[in-house]
Structures are given as C-alpha cells and as structure tokens.
C-alpha cells in the first residue's frame, strides 16, 4: 500500500521502518494504528534520512524516530498518557492516582525547586549529528566555492562558528546587515535543498 509520506522513501527504507515499528513493544495491542506509525515516522525522518550512508547507523536512527512517533501516535489517539512513572495506557489507572485520591496532602507549605539536568548524548546521536554537520560544510563549501564573491563561507564561520550577530558580520566584512540576513538566507536554503 502507498502512503503519501512514502513517496520519497525508496522501498527498502519503508520495509526497514515497517520491521522496526512491528518490533517495538508499543504495537502490540495497537496493529490498527500501524498505518498511522508509519506515516509518522515516515514525516520525520524524511529530511534526515537520505544523509545517512551507514545501514548501522540508518537503523539506529530509525528505532529512535519510530518508538518517539508511536508514543505520538498513541497519545494523539487517547491509548496513552503520561504519569509520574512514565507513559501508561489510557485504560489503566497508576497506584499513584488511586492513594492521591484517598489522601489529601496539604500543598501550603511545600517549597518546589526544579534541578537542571543534561541528559547525555548517546553515541549514535553523536555520530548522526557528526555525518549531518559535514554534509553542511560540504554543502556550505561547495556553495561558497561556487560564487566566491558573495562570501558564504566567511559569513557561514563568522555567525556559526563564531557566533557573530548579523550586525557585527556586516561591520566585519564591510556589508549591509540587510545584505547579510539576504545571504544567510539565502545560503540556508540552498542547503535545505541540497539536503532534499
């Protein structure tokens, strides 16, 4: 069966997204939202997904985008909601829920304070974000060594690298701020389409 997100997706990617979402323990009892699944994950790996050149790597990535698309698909569906211990179906009640309801608690004199916390890259993430991050500067290269004049590499360092404002590269290289935000714009498609 055709799906419309599937139009870009070459067959052994569908088949692979298939394989992955029939393996994840969330389809169970769900079979009737597997079109919905797929579509969804389809949607968002559609811009990432050609990049990858290691089938590892493709793999992983996928397993990711697909168990965050289910949990997606089934909350949107009302079949899951979020509790203090996680993700539950919609049908079952947590422990937590029943006592509370039988317990008042008295919240005056509670004093909340938020700890922040990093969560740690995983090393597929590092490597996902490494191999779409050269595909960039090869694109950005290729873009400046195209039309030199128009400074994109300079431009790209100097607000990316560097973290200039588009006020301090104009004064930098001697330009507009206008024609700075028109060239980073400009640059930033043309990577889009690359990317496509």
Do not use: W
């Not at 004049?149 to 001697?174: P, V």
Request: glycine share 2%.
């Amino acid at each position: 069966m055709m799906r419309e997100n599937h139009l870009d997706l070459a067959q052994d990617k569908i088949e692979l997204i298939e394989k992955i979402i029939k393996n994840d323990r969330k389809f169970e009892n769900n079979e009737d939202l597997f079109d919905d699944f797929v579509n969804e994950t389809c949607k968002r790996s559609l811009s990432v997904i050609k990049t990858i050149s290691s089938e590892d790597t493709l793999e992983i990535y996928l397993r990711k985008v697909a168990a965050t698309s289910i949990i997606n698909v089934l909350k949107n569906s009302g079949r899951l909601r979020r509790t203090r211990q996680g993700f539950i179906p919609a049908k079952e009640v947590s422990l937590d829920a029943v006592s509370e309801v039988f317990k008042p608690i008295d919240y005056s004199d509670i004093n909340i304070e938020y700890k922040q916390f990093k969560i740690q890259e995983t090393p597929e993430d590092v490597v996902i974000k490494k191999e779409i991050l050269q595909k960039v500067i090869e694109y950005v290269y290729s873009i400046h060594n195209s039309d030199t004049s128009k400074k994109y590499l300079e431009i790209y360092l100097l607000r990316y690298e560097q973290g200039y404002t588009q006020k301090e590269i104009a004064r930098e290289l001697n330009l507009s701020q206008s024609e700075v935000s028109k060239r980073l714009f400009k640059l930033m498609d043309r990577i889009k389409m690359a990317f496509n």
